[in-house]
């Protein structure tokens, strides 16, 4: 069974570019989370993907943005990067019934130079 | 501003001994508190995780107590052992969303 997997595992960057993120979610699982966790620092919300569609967001700003696909996979864009964004991303999948819990990819290292 | 206070930053406890960590929170919104162990190199993954109208909850080595009155839970981890060693976060969903204190970074020594 497999669990979260997230592509690529590592990323660098340069400041003003964009990129792409991937993630697919455990199997029976339809909700994506996305999440952004700097060094040091525990995990925080950017926004939950459900029926393609963006269902919550955090304190994030445009820049950020994401998609779901019919197979219930996503993919986060951020845009303008600059260094601050240097982080690992995190994405979780769940039950899109509000009452289970997230499960946890590797995340995806991005650096940004 | 964190919603969820954890404390303390990192603690170091001899094998067989009780590493205890705490989390504080506001939000009376938060209706489930699951706590995560991540290993470097790796994602947080899921340990336990309970509701607030139970008090305690137990699974294998790992115990969770919950004082709902004063907005506070915390984790205890039995008889520790060397490959315990991880950074351990609290956290606390509310409306789909979950909100993770800063993370604890547990050392047991053999």
């Known amino acids: 069974d497999a669990g979260v997997t997230q592509s690529p595992t590592h990323l660098i960057k340069t400041r003003g570019q964009q990129v792409t993120l991937r993630c697919s979610p455990k199997s029976g699982h339809d909700t994506v989370s996305w999440y952004q966790q700097a060094l040091g620092q525990g995990p925080q919300f950017i926004f939950q993907?459900?029926?393609?569609?963006?269902?919550q967001r955090g304190n994030f700003p445009d820049r950020f943005s994401g998609h779901q696909f019919p197979n219930y996979s996503s993919e986060l864009n951020v845009n303008a990067l600059w260094l601050g964004d240097s982080a690992l991303y995190l994405c979780?999948?769940?039950?899109?019934?509000?009452?289970?819990?997230?499960?946890f990819g590797d995340g995806t290292r991005l650096s940004i130079l | 501003q964190q919603q969820v206070k954890q404390s303390p930053q990192s603690l170091i406890v001899q094998k067989g001994g009780i590493p205890i960590i705490n989390c504080a929170y506001e939000?009376?919104?938060?209706?489930?508190f699951p706590w995560y162990q991540q290993f470097p190199g790796k994602g947080p993954a899921l340990l336990i995780a309970i509701r607030p109208d139970v008090s305690e909850k137990k699974e294998g080595r790992f115990t969770i107590s919950f004082n709902k009155s004063a907005k506070q839970f915390s984790l205890h981890i039995m008889d520790s052992q060397p490959g315990d060693s991880a950074t351990y976060f609290c956290?606390?969903?509310?409306?789909?969303?979950?909100?993770f204190g800063a993370g604890t970074t547990v050392t047991v020594r053999a």
């Open positions: 956290a606390a969903r509310d409306d789909y969303k979950l909100s």
């Open positions: 979780a999948s769940s039950l899109g019934t509000g009452d289970q819990p997230q499960h």
């Open positions: 939000n009376t919104a938060f209706d489930y």
């Open positions: 993907y459900y029926e393609e569609e963006e269902r």
